[in-house]
């Protein structure tokens, strides 16, 4: 089934709309500024790792999991890609997209770069990074998604709430 809502009503003017700073950086930003941080405390202040073949099963299992999330991340942009809508937080939709992963979770997106950002720390040994999630995480919770979410409600109101009540904002 392809659910898309479509809206009509030009969105409103972009001098109109105060976009916050955690959103103008992109979140993958956010998750690139926390791997850096964390390896950089990683060189500094190493946190032990397993040896042998402990590590490799490790190693393996991290790039598994961000390989997972890379592929989470292309099939949401086939998505918008193909209902031509925007990916970005500060332009205005012209659809709601429901469909796919969307199913599933309201943001997918940022399932996917937490799976992605969690299994390349793992897969390269920097245990800091990974410690480190909760920075972009609460990002996401407190800033970027409330932002992203009444820009929704106010574009396609009552369908956006009606999504909102069948689909979680995480998983």
Known sequence: MHDRTDRTDPPPARAQVRVPLLVRTTS??????????GASLQHALPLPLPQGAALAWLQLGGG???LAGLL??????????RDRTTLLPERAPSHLVCHGP??????????????????????????????????????????????????????????YARYCAQVARWL
């Open 102 to 159: 969307y199913r599933l979770t309201r943001n997918p997106m940022y399932v996917s770069l937490t799976l992605s950002y969690l299994g390349l720390s793992v897969q390269i040994g920097w245990p800091w990074s990974a410690l480190l999630l909760p920075l972009p995480l609460l990002a996401l919770q407190w800033v970027v998604i409330p932002y992203e979410e009444a820009r929704l409600r106010e574009r396609f109101g009552s369908a």
């Open 64 to 66: 598994a999991v961000a």
């Open 72 to 81: 989470l991340a292309c099939w949401c942009f086939v998505l918008f890609a």
């Open 28 to 37: 993958p930003a956010h998750f690139l500024l926390a791997l850096l941080l």
